[in-house]
């Protein structure tokens, strides 16, 4: 049995399982931020968990974005994550993700990984 999400069948599209449209490049998932959710410093969400991933790969290409620990809630190095993008997107530095920070930050992951714009490898 394979260890993939995937089968081998799914893989190469001879399984009904999955539709084939599934397995082809689409657009990216937008994940909608309710514009009255604001989540604050000691709060769990599972946006932090997305936004924690996010700036995880952000490091790659800037490193004023610290890795941080995927674990869901707004720690220390979170917040200091979001307030440095709010700095440099000219808002109000609270450390806290509203929908404002959420798109910004949204946008500035997909202007990186859309255009493959990451450092070289070597």
Known sequence: ??????????????????????????????????????????????????????????????????????SGTIDGETAENLRRLQKCSLMPETGELDKQTWNRLSRLYRAVFDRNYLPSQG
């Open 1 to 70: 049995m394979s260890d993939s999400f995937l089968s081998d069948s799914c893989k190469e599209g001879t399984s009904s399982l999955v539709p084939q449209e599934l397995l082809q490049p689409s657009e990216p998932c937008i994940v909608h931020f309710p514009a009255s959710l604001k989540i604050c410093a000691g709060q769990s969400h599972p946006h932090i968990r997305l936004a924690q991933a996010m700036f995880q790969a952000l490091h790659a290409f800037s490193p004023d974005f610290k890795p941080v620990p995927v």
